[in-house]
Nanobody, 115 residues
Framework: QAQLVESGGGLVQAGGSLRLSCTAS????????MGWNRRAPGKQRELVAT???????TYADSVKGRFSISRDNAKNTVYLQMNALKPEDTAVYYC?????????WGQGTQVTVSS
């Protein structure tokens, strides 16, 4: 069992930056994978980024070069640094924790980018 809590969302102008944080609690395996998904109204859910416990990362093509995912294993926390934000980045961002066949989701945090 695990619980995830996100923070750091908000309103920002195009070209600006935000950093999202997500802290996990409960039973967290050393081999767990954490990541970020996003969902905009009327659009399909998109996997934004993932990071393994040893630091291997993946990114969606739409955010590559602008977003950076990182992880603090001692704090059970994952971060998403978002730079050069665009209006199309507007979405609810969800933190995820993958352990074996189970994926846990946070409650989501709203990111709004104005033009």
């Amino acid at each position: 069992q695990a619980q995830l809590v996100e923070s750091g969302g908000g309103l920002v102008q195009a070209g600006g930056s935000l950093r999202l944080s997500c802290t996990a609690s409960g039973n967290i395996f050393s081999s767990s994978v954490m990541g970020w998904n996003r969902r905009a109204p009327g659009k399909q859910r998109e996997l934004v980024a993932t990071i393994t416990s040893d630091g291997t990362t993946t990114y969606a093509d739409s955010v590559k070069g602008r977003f950076s995912i990182s992880r603090d294993n001692a704090k059970n926390t994952v971060y998403l640094q978002m730079n050069a934000l665009k209006p199309e980045d507007t979405a609810v961002y969800y933190c995820t924790l993958q352990q074996k066949i189970t994926t846990y989701w946070g409650q989501g945090t709203q990111v709004t980018v104005s033009s």
